[in-house]
């Protein structure tokens, strides 16, 4: 192209180099791709796309100095080198990477080096790719390496691409010498503390279910950062030659390679079928990636949990290869101490491994290890009283004992299962008061955990793909004991009152350890994984120590374990049915209190946010009124004193009322209103209700925040309508309130006194209460017929691409049994916005009055239930009747993404 006769003028040139170097890359990118679905080499298909921008880089190079600016008789100054740095200096890219380049000088930049460099970087910048570029001479990249910790990465990797060699090799050499030299403890120090950054700031769990690829704890830039320490510190190349420098054996570094190549097969693919530099493997992407690589399904798990249990499973081994990478490190830096204080050291460290309790164990730099790496053949059950000991003098293990853990792992045979002594202390560092969840976490990256618990084995690393799990599974087990822990140990008092309350007069307390420890660890079979994780108890409780009694107990709470969340959030705990139904299950008050532990355990272990004040409120509800049940109180008879109780409470809160007002308003309401509402809350709806009376209004709305469980309450009077709930949902829908739970409450002169709980929001409160003004208003001018809440709901419909991601197949149930006076309609399906509205008000349309509404999303997945009877007030027994309002429900599920918006509606000032 250059050297042609009648080659084009210099303009021409460089629009024909753009448009030949456009192509290489299309034409690289093309041939990276089919190697990634040809060979599933993703290292290969970095690499290949590497070569392709070296190619591009030394063309570029080529024209820049022999071409556009040759220098014919160059001086000294006049030499230049292009460097790869950064991960491009690894030789490897993914299709949306960063090119970073060094154009090295030997001395300050000249213009001929000035053209150069920008004849170069013109035409990457022309072909859209992201260069970072720097221009230093050699006592520049020596000067600001010492400074900056983040440079010095960046050239410890440098990689020649062209020009001058001799230079280039210059500055690895005086690089070497002049900042590497001696100051190993200091980078390792430094690299160590950027990666606890990183990792907080991309998620400080490997399992969590939205990874990130390349920042997040066990992706890529962990074994990045491995890779720079030890190369730092033993002056290799090649991954390959930590070998013989002993820091990893032969499979360790087989490992580290089927690592990097999984994850870089990931991460190309994520790149590839984005478009863009996507790191974060999202919902969206996870299908999308598992088919690309290939997963299919098998034994009751999808081909995306499969390849997600693949990808958790990869990150943990990077977490393996971390901890034996610091703990060499860590051998090599330390420095003997004074003898004086070497000598009252050995004193005080004899002292204390004496006080160990087993000759097998001793300190290590203040952390437990093995005497020898035969302990463990010499007595399995050793692998076991490691984590014992650990647990119970709050010890740190040394990294080189949990390694040995990993390679004894043989040793895990079914002898050592079923020896009395490994149980007894697997119970005891599961129901140990101090730590459980650290202890149980480090013996699941042993691989321990799994090994000795077989069943456990089959949950580690595997996700559930849905939004509402953050974690996977084993994850989640593990969490679920330390928050059980904290509940234990006294700590969650405030968060949860009751739970803690009731926890010292709990019986079964290693029941409740081993229930919840296994609730979900049959997760991934084909059977219900309650029942079929019940029965892993029944075997697995016997085994481990338990009783007949306590075994029973903890199949049981397994079997149940759902329950209690499921009624408190979607039935009418005011309905003496649900509670009489729930109470018949329970059957004891041991039962209760255990089963309101676990939930609270469970749910707050899912995920952050996951878990708030207004389900604790709801948990502490079904809790109270199922103990009147259950300590020997007829509900009918209880809740008839419980109204009069509740009456003679609010008179005398209304005591600057007259008498007949004041009994004219008991009079208004139903005792299922006495029954559900606080006395506090009575207070404020008679003076609400007054003071609209009093300024001559029926329709009005009132706003209170409750920060403690997590919701903020709109209460709205107006006159009753069977679409009233319709056009509140659909008013709180376009205000974009989350509604959480509805009561609705109809007085015997014919208004309505609904109380909306909006999850929060914002943590302020005067934030929260504009916030939720601002809702009620909408409510407000709805019910006044001032706005069209369809026009308003339809500018939300589009749904939010994840949801495309997940199938929830629509179900409704209809049931007359559940309630005495009501028909419960049951409703799930795949959430949305505007979903809650849509089905108010498809019900108003079928002419059936909603009692109350109970809302509740798991994730993706809606499950909404109403409480209705007909316009006469009675249920729906005709099987006909009850076929058309399934019908209609799942219809309100057939939507259509691609139907037009309605055009946005200007919202009226409030009059």
Not at 201 to 217: C, H, I, M, Q, W
Not at 641 to 652: C, G, H, S, T
Request: hydrophobic share 40%; charged share 25%; net charge positive.
């Amino acid at each position: 192209m250059f050297d042609r006769p009648g080659a084009p003028p210099a303009d021409a040139l460089r629009q024909e180099l753009t448009a030949t170097l456009r192509r290489t890359l299309d034409d690289g990118h093309a041939s990276a791709r089919e190697l990634l679905a040809g060979s599933r080499n993703g290292l290969a298909c970095a690499q290949r796309l590497s070569a392709v921008m070296d190619a591009v880089v030394a063309c570029l190079h080529v024209a820049a100095t022999r071409y556009f600016y040759p220098a014919v008789n160059p001086s000294q100054s006049e030499r230049i080198a292009v460097v790869a740095v950064g991960g491009y200096g690894r030789g490897t890219l993914a299709p949306g990477s960063d090119v970073d380049l060094l154009f090295l000088f030997p001395h300050k930049q000249t213009g001929w080096g000035e053209s150069v460099v920008e004849s170069m970087l013109y035409p990457l910048w022309d072909l859209k790719l992201k260069v970072g570029h720097s221009v230093r001479s050699i006592d520049d990249c020596v000067r600001e390496a010492r400074a900056d910790m983040t440079i010095r990465t960046a050239l410890l990797e440098a990689r020649f691409l062209c020009g001058d060699r001799p230079l280039f090799e210059d500055m690895v050499r005086r690089f070497g010498a002049e900042v590497v030299e001696g100051t190993a403890p200091a980078f390792t120090e430094a690299k160590l503390a950027e990666r606890e950054t990183r990792v907080r700031r991309a998620g400080t769990s490997r399992y969590l279910v939205e990874p990130n690829v390349k920042d997040g704890k066990g992706g890529l830039r962990d074994l990045n950062t491995l890779f720079w320490i030890a190369k730092y510190a033993y002056r290799v190349d090649d991954v390959r030659e930590l070998v013989a420098a002993g820091l990893f054996d032969r499979k360790e570094l087989l490992m580290f390679q089927r690592s990097e190549e999984y994850l870089w097969r990931v991460r190309c693919w994520m790149h590839f079928i984005t478009g863009r530099a996507e790191e974060r493997l999202s919902f969206d992407l996870q299908r999308q990636v598992a088919t690309a690589i290939g997963y299919a399904g098998r034994s009751g798990q999808a081909p995306v949990e499969r390849f997600m249990k693949a990808y958790f499973l990869v990150a943990k081994d990077v977490g393996d290869l971390t901890a034996i990478v610091c703990a060499a490190l860590e051998a090599r830096q330390q420095k003997p101490r004074a003898s004086l204080t070497r000598l009252l050291g050995s004193f005080t460290k004899r002292k204390r491994v004496r006080a160990l309790g087993h000759p097998d164990f001793t300190l290590k730099s203040q952390r437990l290890n093995v005497v020898d790496p035969d302990a463990f053949k010499r007595d399995p059950v050793n692998l076991l009283r490691l984590y014992e000991i650990a647990s119970r003098d709050d010890l740190a293990i040394h990294p080189d004992a949990s390694r040995l853990v990993t390679q004894s792992l043989r040793l895990v045979t079914p002898k050592l299962r079923n020896d009395p002594e490994a149980n007894r202390i697997f119970l005891e560092i599961l129901t140990a008061r101090r730590s459980p969840e650290a202890v149980l976490r480090r013996m699941n990256e042993s691989g321990l955990l799994g090994r000795f618990i077989p069943d456990f084995g089959r949950v580690v690393a595997m996700m559930q793909f849905n939004m509402y799990h953050h974690y996977t599974v084993d994850e989640h087990l593990i969490r679920a004991i330390g928050v059980l822990a904290e509940i234990d140990a006294g700590s969650l008092e405030a968060e949860h009152p009751l739970a803690n309350t009731i926890f010292s007069t709990i019986s079964n307390r290693r029941a409740l350890y081993v229930a919840l420890f296994l609730h979900d660890i049959a997760k991934g079979r084909l059977e219900d994984h309650s029942i079929a994780g019940a029965r892993i108890a029944r075997k697995l409780g016997p085994r481990l120590g338990l009783t007949e009694a306590q075994t029973g107990t903890a199949a049981w709470l397994i079997e149940h374990h759902l329950d209690m969340s499921s009624v408190a959030q979607s039935r009418d705990l005011g309905d003496p049915k649900t509670i009489e139904s729930f109470a018949a299950t329970v059957q004891t008050l041991e039962r209760l209190k255990l089963l309101l532990v676990l939930t609270v355990a469970d749910i707050k272990a899912v995920g952050p946010g996951v878990w708030n004040g207004w389900k604790g409120q709801l948990l502490r509800t079904l809790y109270y009124e199922t103990e009147v049940v259950l300590t020997g109180g007829h509900s009918a008879i209880e809740r008839k004193a419980r109204v009069e109780k509740k009456q003679d409470a609010l008179r005398e809160r209304l005591a600057d009322w007259r008498s007949e007002d004041r009994e004219a308003y008991i009079a208004r309401h139903y005792p299922a209103y006495w029954i559900k509402v606080d006395v506090a809350r009575q207070d404020k709806h008679a003076r609400f209700l007054r003071q609209a009376e009093s300024e001559g209004r029926t329709t009005a709305t009132a706003v209170e925040t409750d920060q403690f469980r997590g919701v903020t309450e709109l209460t709205i009077l107006a006159p009753d309508h069977p679409r009233l709930l319709a056009i509140v949902t659909g008013a709180c829908a376009a205000a974009g309130g989350n509604i959480v739970d509805a009561q609705i409450f109809t007085t015997t002169d014919g208004l309505v006194l609904d109380t909306i709980s909006v999850s929060r929001a914002f943590d302020r409160d005067d934030d929260e209460v504009r916030r939720a003004e601002r809702i009620a208003a909408a409510i407000e001018r709805a019910l006044k017929g001032e706005i069209k809440i369809a026009d308003l709901v339809a500018q939300r419909r589009a749904p939010p691409s994840r949801g495309q991601t997940f199938e929830v197949a629509p179900e409704v149930i209809i049931d007359n049994v559940l309630s005495a006076r009501h028909t419960v309609l049951e409703v799930s399906g795949l959430d949305r916005p505007g979903l809650l509205y849509d089905l108010t008000t498809a019900i108003g349309k079928l002419n059936l009055n909603i009692a109350s509404a109970h809302i509740a999303t798991f994730g993706e997945k809606a499950v909404d239930v109403f409480y209705v009877t007909d316009l006469t007030n009675a249920k729906i027994v005709s099987t006909g009747r009850q076929l058309t309002i399934r019908n209609a429900l799942l219809d309100v599920f057939t939507y259509e993404p691609d139907k037009p918006h309605a055009p946005k509606v200007k919202v009226p000032a409030r009059a």
